[in-house]
């Protein structure tokens, strides 16, 4: 926007969700979706410079410092993100049971299994467990 006129200057389009979120870094924009994704944009070109993948719900924050950029998830993670590569460095998994496997586990309900699934346990072959 023209902080002067009021007027559109350029219009940033590639998200086909929600955006949640915005930072701005020298000439770079980067956006957090409800898509899952965060975008890097030339703020000048109005490019999409990278898109980072990775996390498993809505992008709710994000942030820039010392050539990272981070992010925070409704999936309940914060990954740490190379700004250069796009690639995911690190991840912090707050989830609970994150990477719990419960395979075997027998006599829970339907509803004590959703809860394990919600803070993150293993569950993918949950149907062969039961």
Do not use: P
Request: include cysteine.
């Amino acid at each position: 926007w023209d902080i002067q006129t009021g007027e559109c200057i350029r219009t940033f389009a590639g998200h086909d969700n929600l955006v949640m979120c915005l930072g701005v870094s020298g000439g770079d924009l980067f956006s957090g979706s409800a898509n899952k994704t965060l975008k890097q944009w030339d703020i000048q070109m109005g490019e999409c410079i990278r898109t980072f993948t990775g996390h498993d719900d809505l992008v709710m924050c994000l942030g820039i410092s010392g050539g990272a950029l981070f992010s925070g998830s409704d999936d309940g993670t914060l990954k740490q993100w190379d700004i250069q590569t796009g690639e995911c460095i690190r991840t912090w998994d707050n989830r609970l049971a994150a990477g719990a496997n419960f395979r075997g586990a027998e006599g829970l309900t339907e509803a004590q299994w959703e809860d394990l699934r919600s803070l993150g346990a293993m569950l993918d072959d949950l149907d062969s467990i039961k």
